[in-house]
């Protein structure tokens, strides 16, 4: 990284966003720190990952929930590959089930989208010399699930979508019998994984059984 610029590479699904951080970082005034240079565009996580190889920036500003391949298994890839990037996730969403696994991927910092912009220079600046950046709420969050962590209680619904699972239940007849829509339906069982810490529906099962929250 270069002691006067660092180089970025913007990620995001929207446009208007993409030009907005552009134009944003360009704009930048360079008296507290390097100055910004926006090497490029991607608009979804595989888009990210070849052009993060060809222009080798020193920060990957990476949205997560992007059609055509989203941020976490962008974030992934890199980290498999060796990229030199540091990644910095800029996002709307500060869930258990999206800070995580973006996390353990391997980004360096998770910022949400209504930080500062002051706030924003910093970050980037931070994460190209390999500093974590965590937003309020995301290092608040993190730092409780640590402390207890597979404490935080299912909901109502969520028990009620993982006794049906139990039961050997679709996704599609789990929707049916509780009158919601299979994306509904797979929302709670991302969250009910994120709560017991598993990866799949068997995992959730058996981890609800000893944990007595079904019986």
Do not use: C, W
């Amino acid at each position: 990284m270069s002691t006067d610029v660092i180089t970025l590479l913007i990620v995001d699904d929207h446009p208007v966003v993409r030009d907005g951080l552009r134009g944003m970082f360009q704009s930048a005034p360079g008296s507290d720190g390097p100055r910004f240079e926006v090497l490029g565009e991607a608009s979804d996580g595989v888009e990210a990952v070849a052009l993060t190889a060809e222009l080798d920036p020193d920060v990957v500003l990476m949205d997560l929930r992007m059609p055509g391949g989203g941020g976490v298994a962008a974030i992934t890839e890199l980290t498999r590959r060796g990229a030199r990037a540091r990644v910095l996730v800029l996002t709307t969403y500060d869930t258990d089930s999206d800070t995580l696994p973006a996390i353990e991927a391997g980004a360096t910092g998770y910022l949400l989208k209504d930080a500062p912009r002051e706030e924003l220079f910093t970050a980037v600046r931070a994460a190209a010399e390999g500093r974590t950046v965590l937003s309020p709420a995301v290092a608040s969050r993190l730092v409780a699930r640590v402390r207890a962590p597979g404490d935080e209680p299912l909901s109502t619904r969520e028990r009620e979508v993982l006794a049906l699972v139990a039961k050997g239940t679709s996704n599609r007849a789990i929707a049916a019998e509780l009158f919601i829509s299979e994306a509904t339906v797979k929302t709670h069982l991302s969250h009910i994984y994120g709560k017991l810490r598993v990866k799949d529906r068997a995992a959730a099962v058996a981890t609800a059984y000893s944990r007595g929250i079904l019986g």
